[in-house]
């Protein structure tokens, strides 16, 4: 391979992580506006409407506004990690798009088979996924510790605490996405989803979707998991300290988290990007895979507005005690299902490995 | 060619992260630097095809044991002056067990086991060959038998450790969340005529 083709080669990556990252960056603007519109609408007011037809300038504005505050360092903070922290908090959410398939092309026939349209096609994306969030927490705990505050460290342990918790039921939930798709590639496990709604993962896994969905509303610290912000007790969690594009930055990256949780219910449970019938296949996939998502997306605004924030204890009982049996019960129905001589070929039926 | 430039990178960061997890003065910087040489250990794992022991590299070392690391160092208070107190007085020991390591590795290194005629190299297969399939198959025939032994032992730690950290105090209020679900309207109300 020569310099020059080395160096195409690498001009194409970069075009590809940019036409990932830019549009990632600008439905983190415009799902705050959809939020704040949407908790407006649930709650019979307005929502922002001010700038712009209907308040759609209203996410530049802001965006703009944070770019121009004073950025404070706390006196006795860790500089070095006090302004890590929010880059760390930041790469986990933008690198986990590497490896999610927005869908299947051929570029109008240029090409003779259908590509994975995403930046790498691993063979162990959904580990890759799982790996890359759980670095999540690095930015949230140092945050906490750098300040060098009392309210941020209890918001980092508490997130802490939270996240790893609620990690171990996410993962036996996709364990039991993988018993039945066989792969651990994302492009196999939408296409082992193929050919209608019936063949949809949320219908045999049911139980593991409201895990996996519950638990993704968790690792994000959304509402009403958002004890590690809880502004009612101590004010603003691990972030207190932080000001102008810092603070940015962290909610950045937990509307990227959001959208990634989403895209990765849509491609486990929803079938990715295929059409719930066979006969509305004339819509592109990757539409398909956007408008699930963003029901879901929709789904974390919705919880947001309605309900109240879980105590602390109630919490851990979820993720220890309700979540975690429950996805333990479910893996070994299934692993009995698939070897017991009747159950198996109802089971077979959305396992395409056999 | 690349893949030795890589190898070197990934080697000449992993040793520079592990010198500065001793060299550096706060304990928390030593676990950053020691999550830096875990991501260049995996590094070198990817370098050899092994994307599976990289990625579970990352996910259990990083996603889930420095976050415990950090756990305690935050609880901690670290006194560097006092760290530091007797230094001279354990230097002896401590530069002879050095000493005796550096000679060990040295010796081991020198020995011709490991030049390059010796070593095998990786042969690269396509992206046909699963290499986590390849792994189950091999852990679930040829080690059944130590697989299992290893999960009952985990499983035994496991039921330790809850046993060890487990206190029930009577005169704790705890929520009985099941009765408190079983609760009907007429246990709590009461019809009063006036």
């Not at chain 1, 959904?126 to 906490?144: E, H, P, Q, R, T």
């Not at chain 2, 893949?3 to 000449?12: D, P, V, W």
């Not at chain 2, 992206?127 to 986590?132: G, K, L, M, W």
Request: aromatic share 14%; glycine share 8%.
């Amino acid at each position: 391979m020569s310099l020059l083709d080395m160096a195409i080669q690498a001009g194409i990556w970069a075009l590809e992580i940019l036409a990932i990252t830019i549009p990632v960056a600008l439905s983190v603007a415009y799902i705050t506006y959809l939020e704040r519109r949407v908790i407006g609408w649930m709650q019979i007011r307005k929502g922002c409407n001010r700038v712009g037809w209907a308040g759609l300038l209203q996410p530049i504005a802001d965006g703009l506004k944070l770019f121009l505050k004073e950025s404070i360092i706390p006196t006795h903070a860790n500089k070095a990690l006090f302004v890590a922290a929010p880059v760390l908090a930041l790469l986990p959410a933008l690198v986990a798009f590497a490896v999610i398939p927005f869908g299947e092309t051929d570029l109008f026939g240029i090409w003779k088979s259908p590509h994975l349209m995403a930046i790498a096609n691993l063979n162990i994306g959904i580990l890759y996924v799982m790996a890359v969030g759980s670095l999540a927490i690095y930015g949230i705990l140092l945050a906490g510790w750098a300040s060098n505050s009392k309210y941020a460290l209890i918001g980092a342990v508490r997130s802490t605490c939270q996240m790893v918790s609620y990690e171990v039921s996410m993962g036996f939930a996709i364990v039991c996405v993988l018993m039945l798709a066989g792969s651990m590639n994302l492009g196999d496990i939408v296409n082992a989803q193929a050919g209608g709604f019936w063949h949809w993962y949320i219908i045999p896994l049911f139980p593991m979707f409201l895990v996996y969905f519950i638990s993704g509303c968790a690792e994000t610290n959304r509402s009403p998991f958002d004890l590690p912000e809880g502004e009612s007790e101590i004010v603003a969690g691990f972030f207190v300290e932080y000001s102008g594009m810092w603070f940015a930055t962290f909610s950045l990256a937990e509307y990227a988290a959001m959208i990634l949780i989403s895209l990765m219910t849509s491609i486990m449970f929803m079938g990715g990007w295929h059409a719930p019938i066979p006969a509305l296949d004339f819509i592109p996939g990757t539409l398909w895979l956007l408008g699930k998502t963003l029901f879901f997306i929709f789904l974390f605004i919705w919880f947001r507005a309605t309900f109240p924030r879980y105590r602390y204890d109630q919490l851990m009982r979820l993720g220890w005690k309700v979540f975690l049996p429950c996805t333990l019960v479910w893996i070994a129905v299934l692993g009995i299902a698939t070897y017991t001589p009747g159950l198996s070929t109802i089971i077979g039926f959305w396992q395409p490995w056999r | 060619m690349l893949e030795s430039i890589f190898f070197y990178l990934f080697g000449g960061l992993a040793t520079i992260g592990a010198l500065l997890v001793v060299l550096s003065r706060n304990p928390m910087h030593s676990v950053m630097w020691l999550i830096f040489c875990f991501f260049n250990a995996a590094g070198l794992f990817f370098l050899l095809d092994a994307e599976f022991i990289g990625i579970i590299t990352i996910l259990i070392y990083v996603g889930a044991v420095m976050v415990l690391f950090i756990f305690v160092i935050i609880m901690l208070e670290v006194n560097v002056a006092r760290m530091r107190e007797g230094f001279l007085h354990h230097l002896p020991l401590g530069g002879m067990i050095a000493m005796l390591v550096f000679i060990e590795m040295a010796s081991a290194g020198f020995s011709g086991v490991f030049s390059a005629e010796q070593m095998g190299t990786a042969v690269h297969l396509g992206q046909e060959v699963n290499n986590t399939a390849e792994i189950g198959k091999e852990l679930y025939t040829h080690y059944l038998l130590g697989f299992e032994l290893a999960a009952i032992i985990l499983l035994a730690a496991l039921v330790g450790s809850v046993v060890l950290t487990i206190r029930s105090r009577k005169d704790a209020k705890y929520q009985n969340i099941p009765a408190q679900i079983a609760v009907k309207k007429s246990d709590r109300l009461r019809k009063v005529r006036m």
